[in-house]
């Protein structure tokens, strides 16, 4: 589906209008989005698509996923959280997932950054130089 530049517009303003003190409010949100379905302004789907885009970005931006080929002892776990933490701000949700395929190392992602220190991932690296 195009999106018109106002339909961009109208998410958007929606969308700042749900975030309190950095993060999104879900209550907020909810009731935003009620209100778009209940008034159903002139193109309210594009709004309501293009709107449900930018919620999915700031969740996938506030999520912070960390892999890694063993379990992670709880000073690493707590010691990840500071760091990232301290870096990209409060309210980051984590996710620790074990993946054996990494062979060794962590591989850590949070929205668009990826920080890859396992030896699966420098494996890759000189399998695709050679």
Do not use: W
């Amino acid at each position: 589906m195009k999106i018109s530049k106002q339909a961009r517009r109208d998410a958007r303003q929606l969308f700042r209008s749900c975030m309190t003190s950095g993060g999104l409010d879900e209550n907020r949100s909810r009731q935003a989005l009620h209100r778009v379905a209940e008034g159903k302004p002139r193109g309210y789907l594009a709004i309501l698509s293009h709107f449900q885009r930018l919620v999915r970005l700031e969740l996938l931006r506030r999520t912070a996923k960390v892999e890694s080929a063993v379990p992670l002892s709880p000073q690493m776990q707590t010691q990840l959280q500071t760091d990232l933490t301290r870096q990209y701000g409060p309210g980051l949700t984590f996710m620790f997932l074990q993946n054996a395929a990494l062979i060794g190392g962590v591989r850590i992602q949070v929205g668009g950054d990826v920080y890859d220190g396992t030896v699966q991932g420098r494996l890759e690296e000189l399998r695709i130089k050679n």
